[in-house]
């Protein structure tokens, strides 16, 4: 009996002692990833100023502020019976609810990615 009081406070003991163990390399490991994605933050924001600095080829601003390029957008397929000579789709604006083409622009303009 004694024995096996003896062996159960060994079993405790190492569990414990696994249980501690294991709690401080986990902390550990976080503290280490902290630091990693610090770093990690500092290099990505280096290297997108460091992309930004470049020579940029020049653009035409407006070409880019086109219907084309607006968040507002909705693009259709025709689905008549008729032969079209023309494109397949057509587009409307979802604000103002009219046709529009590719290359229109309006004071309404909303970029589809904000970065």
Do not use: W
Request: charged letters at 25%; hydrophobic letters at 40%.
């Amino acid at each position: 009996m004694l024995e096996n009081s003896l062996i159960f406070k060994i079993i405790v003991v190492a569990l414990l002692s696994i249980i501690v163990v294991q709690l401080l390399l986990l902390l550990r490991i976080r503290q280490v990833l902290k630091n990693m994605s610090y770093y990690v933050e500092i290099l990505s924001k280096f290297f997108y100023r460091f992309g930004n600095t470049g020579s940029k080829p020049a653009q035409n601003d407006t070409a880019l502020r086109t219907c084309q390029f607006c968040k507002y957008r909705m693009s259709f397929i025709h689905m008549g019976e008729k032969e079209r000579n023309s494109e397949d789709f057509y587009y409307r604006c979802k604000l103002r609810n009219v046709d529009i083409a590719l290359k229109d622009t309006c004071e309404h303009f909303e970029g589809e990615r904000t970065f």
